[in-house]
């Protein structure tokens, strides 16, 4: 602390417009960059202790109305380089540490120290990927990449091709959008009113970017069949295929079927054999939504829970999820070469020049739905360097033994019950924590309704006081209950229990209004 | 060097998984940091440096073989901590400088420090844009960003909606995605065979973004209309009209409009009012596309090229460009409120709980079409703190006095001609060297022919020798010219001066085939 309030005097008086590009730019460049390092890399070793809270909350009104001097408007004059370095240290001091060992919140967490170097080197760099010109280091890397993961898939060598794009639900609309021009090639030019009514599949569990890639494409959600899961949450293939048949019956044209390796909430796998069987019958294009799930590939132990995604005309993956690069890096790995390309493709002549001096096969940009395109390859090329495939295999073995932990914990006591009875497959537990007094109610709608009460109350408390962060949900006849994942390596198992502990300590005392209150 | 060298001596042993979290972790993260850190300054200071290269060449094959030991292929097994910096290193050494004075290759130039140091802290705080609860401080900061951008286009207190996404051409996606929401709500669950035959309209001059959108949508590309431009790359208002007339003629319906202020190439902006008019009296939603553009809001001096932008229905705007900060950073503005939510809410209830303890009208990820969303707003944030709104003007204001002066000297130089004689509106210069064989030749196809090759042969031969960049492309009618343009601070008129011998002394003795050699 001494310290830094030393080091920042060296800034009071200067301003922006003195670092560089400025003439004598260079030391004050270095010295403001050494004190912002500084509250970074305090931050960084602070989000890995147990100590530290993983939230300091706020309302947005208090936030906007300006904490302790912390003001978020938008001046017309500069402000000096120490107020900046102020404001920094203030923006993540009231933000959440989403790499804390008990932030459990979301199927992103953790922060790789490797992938957080690389991410600071690609803002350095600071360039776009449409261009070999421009990025071929990261063009390059980008291919190596999207190499491996589809020989991880399963494809041969003469099959895949791929793109990496801003998140799951961007990777989930490329295969759609694919699917769709694999099959009618015309709606590029024509759209969809040249196209009979097309209707695609997806289970009850599966992610809300299906619909959404619908809506967006054109295609209208209505016309994206939910197929019924059974208790576990999977997708049951019987069903699917009277879905498709009737589809059919009603004059529709099936095209697309998403399965799911890893669903959101429940973490459960759908059989992709059984699925690419109907696929495949049916001449349906196959896409494995393996957003959460493909992490499980790089496991000698849990990558049989994926068989047949090889199989798959699409996937998505996002190493942002499971392996823990930052956010970020995701993947939509497609089987046929070309097709991204031909679907894509708009011959910009200002930017794919065919008279370069260059292979310009290499200008991968005409391929995606983007023109500007983010690196989100360096941090995971960089992270695979140093961990090897093997590391990322122990880091995914180590995040599903956390999840077993749970599980044999809440087997085990009286105050949580399970929402399903059988082992986790991904590192999802799903369960709800039964207060004293509901405890010896009757199953029925009274003890349901009070039921669904106890989560929010408890994350409200839990955030109130900063310790640990969880997620909850209802879905589909079952109330709110909390999901626990794992993806971050620093999560023990003591973190486990301590979450256990915290949840029961905050929900001994909570107060359930009874229907005489409402 | 030295320094460096013996530095790296202490991470010869060490594996990632010495870094943080492991137990002892602190000291060997800070010092594994302190090293990239070195590194990343150190190529920071050497991008404003002139003496240095912008770029060091290598084909594709040359890299994919392992330039100097520099391997892009992905182990099994780990690599050392000293490894990965030597890889950290290389990956800079053979990428391109896109912040050096003399990158002129595209729109997004520049290395500004201060949105640097945004985005350092972006990648350490590792959240996501989804909700409130994981994104406190980011959420506020992009409804500030959002709100004074919306009161800069012009827009009243009561309107306005928007959001940050992944580059231009998103955002442009979005515009149209809005526009048929608006007019056919229905689109959201029926899909666009629902619909009938839509029409948009952009210019001959516009981003090929446009059509991208309609083709993605479903709309398909062969219902863009593209209107014809004069001679200036502007929108001929006369013919927007009659082309909207036609088409109505047609039976098809005409929804849309982009306008573009500030094209790619010409740097062109299409007269605002007048086709706002237009829109108003056929009912069309107005977008106007001021990716490139929009940066001139913040110029007293300049903004008056976008007089009119306040009657758009939507608007895209990418700070990335003009305003120089870092990739990516591009907002989509939308003038009625709710609109973003109701097109795109899909309200998945893992994620957007309705029994939250704090304002939910802030989790306002249910707008958008991702789901996970990278923070590309705290950069922004961060500068605007930095330059204040006039220090954007400055900048704004010495780009395009960059351009005046390249074009007052390509006005006076033999070799050189204009691709058009009227003065530059925003930063782009567009020109033809012309090599000694060709002055004294007449216009006409053999001229055409041979002037065409010239940009492309000069190109590459600036590449091998990597002092500077710039770009070049046909257009419609005028074979291969070079693009100048400028939006890097760090460019001074020397450069330009530098730019333009660069050319002329590469281009002095190409070699042209004559029709013989063919």
């Known amino acids: 602390e001494q310290k830094y309030k030393y080091n920042i005097a060296l800034t009071v008086s200067l301003l922006c ?8 730019g260079e030391d004050t460049t270095k010295s403001f960059f050494q004190e912002l390092v500084n509250i970074l890399l305090s931050y960084v070793c602070k989000s890995f202790r147990r100590s530290s809270k993983v939230l300091d909350f706020h309302h947005p009104h208090q936030l906007r109305e300006g904490l302790e001097g912390f003001s978020l408007e938008l001046p017309d004059q500069p402000e000096n ?13 009231y933000g959440v540490k989403t790499g804390h060992p008990r932030f459990f919140n979301q199927l992103s967490s953790g922060l790789d120290v490797i992938g957080l170097a690389g991410e600071w080197l690609t803002s350095t760099a600071n360039t776009n990927m449409f261009t070999y010109e421009v990025s071929p280091v990261f063009i390059l890397m980008e291919e190596i990449l999207l190499k491996k993961m589809q020989e991880i898939v399963g494809w041969s060598e003469e099959e895949g091709d791929g793109v990496f794009c801003p998140g799951g639900t961007m990777s989930n609309l490329y295969s759609v959008l694919l699917a769709r021009y694999h099959f009618f090639p015309e709606v590029k030019t024509k759209g ?9 599949f997806t289970s009850a569990h599966s992610h809300y970017s299906v619909k959404k890639s619908a809506a967006v494409l054109g295609i209208g959600s209505e016309n994206v069949v939910v197929v019924k899961c059974n208790d576990r949450g999977k997708m049951i293939p019987a069903e699917l295929e009277s879905s498709i048949i009737t589809a059919k019956d009603q004059g529709c044209v099936p095209f697309y079927v998403n399965a799911t ?25 196959l896409h494995v939504d393996a957003a959460w799930g493909g992490g499980l590939l790089m496991s000698k132990r849990h990558r049989v829970k994926l068989q047949g995604i090889e199989r798959a005309w699409s996937v998505t993956w996002n190493p942002h999820k499971m392996m823990g690069a930052p956010l970020q890096c995701s993947a939509i790995l497609v089987k046929k070469r070309g097709l991204l390309k031909d679907c894509n493709q708009m011959c910009a002549e200002y930017l794919f020049q065919t008279d370069k001096h260059y292979d310009t096969s290499y200008d991968t940009g005409d391929k995606t739905i983007q023109c500007g395109r ?26 599903l033994e956390n999840a077993e932990h749970l599980f044999d ?6 105050d949580f019950e399970l929402v399903f009875k059988s082992e986790p497959e991904h590192s999802n537990v799903c369960f709800w924590y039964i207060p004293p007094s509901l405890r010896n109610m009757s ?13 929010p109350k408890i994350k409200a408390k839990m955030m109130e006081q900063g310790m640990a962060m969880i997620g909850y949900q209802p879905l589909g006849d079952k109330v709110n209950f909390f999901r626990c994942v794992f993806s971050n390596p620093a999560t023990q198992t003591e973190d486990v229990d301590y979450l256990l502990e915290e949840i029961a ?11 005489t209150d409402l």
């Open 374 to 399: 983010h690196v989100d390859v360096f941090k995971l090329w960089l992270m695979w360097k140093a961990k090897g495939s093997e590391g990322f295999e122990s880091q995914v073995n180590k995040c």
């Open 261 to 285: 390796a890893g669903t959101t909430v429940y973490g459960a796998f759908d059989p992709l054999n059984a699925i690419a069987d109907i696929c495949e019958s049916h001449g349906l294009w």
């Open 192 to 200: 969809m009113t040249a196209l009979p009514r097309l209707i695609l």
């Open 409 to 414: 914990n809440l087997k085990q006591r009286p």
């Open 505 to 515: 300590s905050l929900g001994h005392d909570i107060c359930i209004r009874t229907e």
């Open 443 to 455: 199953p029925g709608p009274e003890r349901n309704r009070r039921l669904h009460e106890v989560a």
């Open 81 to 93: 380089l120490e107020q900046l370095l102020v404001d920094c240290r203030d923006t993540l001091k």
């Open 17 to 24: 417009l003195d670092l560089l590009p400025a003439l004598s």
